[in-house]
């Protein structure tokens, strides 16, 4: 297997050499700012920022390094353009080349650059008993492309689903279904599209529980005693907890490979995994003299975490009562990724409202001694999912909108979009391929804003053959696979790069796009940033656009070497366009 470096690493290194040769050893080690360029293939902008701090001539800097890169036989031409920006121009030899490498490796010369680390990714967490909502889509979709180009990178992923399957109202609901059998979700249907009918069921039930348990006292106290013998582990009251627990998860799987995410029950490692080991954390950190007592409860304060009014705000890791929450589980899934699995990077991908608590995990794990400094701990925050007009996604009836419900409403806004660009479909097509689109659609929306952001979930929008959408890659992949094998049907094979020929502006193009790749990988496992390889696709797809218009391939007067090469360059396009797909978790179609 050859890992080939990007080109772009290759012109830093150069513009790095000719800096150390031209320039006063002070100077020689700054950034040399290479961009790709609308001039050149690259610029380097450094001899701009170098003369800002020395206060000396720009364009004077730029020709003494110009006049040391001139000498490169790969490099085609060096000019000094504007106030002292070097344009770099490569030798079409080196650029087929360099993707003659690429095409030749199974991993499109992208190196195990993660191979180090064991990424710990704690993604999706919905809540038991509660219909997994549209919240939960953007950690599903986030950490699930996370895992796979971490993976795809060669580091070690744990999958965690922190599911939340423990807590006071179990109580309320195991009571409510105790007394009223009928009330069963059990024996409820499932509905029409075959998904999370007994989560329905359970979220009504949880509706008619709390209800009891805000209007009866006396259901209240029961619902509490209720906890108690819970926690206390009776059997009768851990069987119904079980039940409930076990009806959820089916759902939960369900709508994961709706979605087609990697995460299985295997991955599950809810609240409730974690109690048996509560009381300890408790007593770690006393020992470790972290832990303060507040009120009958025991927290940890922080100097720099503080409230409105300057007050230090606590982590309240055990009640009054004794009961633990939120904030000592996540203290025990901290030291579990350490210990168990022995996690180098522990990624969180969850809503940016809870950001704070994060804040105030690592830095009393890191005091505690767990988190150490050669293990990163990052909180991937994500925004909000809005409803079309910009505004809190609701139902008209105000309640939280379902996640299944937004597919079906993808899906069937997919079959007519799909329906109506191809007539000539079979239904069972039609159907498979508006399936796939729908869900391409749905996470190359999620996937392509930046994850901090807050979006609109619009289907109207986001499924289109036009635009930065899913389908418009998936359709791109289509037409490129067709190409291709309407090639092999005409017996030119699947070409082969041509370094001796000259390129057309449209094939540079998207040959230095093609060549980006790696590079965008990289920043992605440096970011945790997905959006970053979304975009990058789209322009990869813009690019073959571009050359397809101006650049035939399978027409009769194209010369054969010319045609080889460009046949060279769709099948890596192809296939760089299908690998980013698939990490991304968006199907690469052959049809559509
Ligand atoms: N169940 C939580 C929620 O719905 C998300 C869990 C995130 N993971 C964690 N380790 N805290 O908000």
Redesign the pocket.
Known sequence: MERVRPLASDVEAAVRAAMAAALPPEHAAADPLVRRSEHADYQANVALSLARRTESNPRGLAEALRDQLTGEDWIRAVEVSGPGFLNITLSDAALLDRLAVRARDDRLGVPRSQAAEVAVI??????VAKEMHV??LR?TLIGDALARTLGFLGARVVR?N???DWGTQFGMLIQYLLEHPEAAWRDKELDASGTAGAVSALDALYRAARGAFDGDPAFKERAQRRVVALQAGDEETTATWREIVAESENAFQQIYERLGVLLTQADVRG?SFYNPWLQEIVHALREKGVLEDSEGAKVVFFDDIRGPEDEPVPMLVQKSDGGFG?PA??LA?IRHSIRTFHGTRLV????AR?SQ??DM?FKTARRAGWLTDDIQAVHAANGTINGPDGTPFKTRAGGTVRLADLLDDALERAREVVAEKDPDLSPEELDAVARAASIGAVKYAELSTSRTRDYSFDVARMISFNGQTGVYLQYTHTRIASLLRRAEEAGHGRGRFRPALTLDPAERALALTADEFTAVLTAVARTLEPHQLANYLYTLAKAFTTFYESCPVLKTDVPTEVRDNRLALCDLTRSTLGQGLELLGIAALERM
């Open positions: 704690d993604y999706s967490g919905p809540n919240g939960h950690s965690q922190h599911v939340g609240e939120y589980t996540d899934t969180y991908v969850v809503d809870q608590h994060f995990l």
